[in-house]
């Protein structure tokens, strides 16, 4: 009896934490008119679950969160087998400073000087080519590093009455998630 209501217990606790993300999820502004005529609340219609508990798990969930409730085919290793096939992560952040004349990437360990004229394009090249650099240390071969720019902004400062004025920048770069290698069934 004590470990039943320890296990609904927990199954409430895995259905608030659903919601609060699907309520900030649905909550997120709409940026374009597309957006705003589609109707883009996220319901979930069923839930797959992973993991050594799944199976003994997933009538409790199905019955906390009112939905179909489905464990895969070799649920209980399913995240070690999702580990080994995904694609090291990996994210650097540039910050430029064209008053100070200074850039650094802190996950890099750089920090290099640059003149006034530094803009946002050089910025985001520089970031590009750093993140392809740390995926080549990590041993990712060069038609892995698929790298992007998630972030990127430049915003002006001036300085006093005379209008000069310098930048602040900031670029975060990332190689794209994904696999490294497709799960294919033996023949």
Known sequence: ALA????RRMCEEIRQAIERVLDKLNASPVYTIKELLRDRTIRPQA???IGGPAASLSGYLGETLRLPVYCPIHHEIANAIGAALAKPTLEINLIADTE???MSI?????YIPIDRTFN???AEQFALSQVWEAG???GLEEDRL???IVESSSFNMVKGYGGRVDRNIRVKAQIKPGL???LRKSD
């Open 4 to 7: 039943e209501m320890i296990v």
């Open 47 to 49: 839930v797959e679950i």
């Open 146 to 148: 698929d790298a992007e």
């Open 106 to 110: 802190p996950e890099r360990g750089l």
């Open 136 to 138: 080549k240390a990590l």
């Open 180 to 182: 490294l290698e497709k």
């Open 120 to 122: 946002l394009r050089e």
């Open 100 to 102: 100070r004349e200074k």
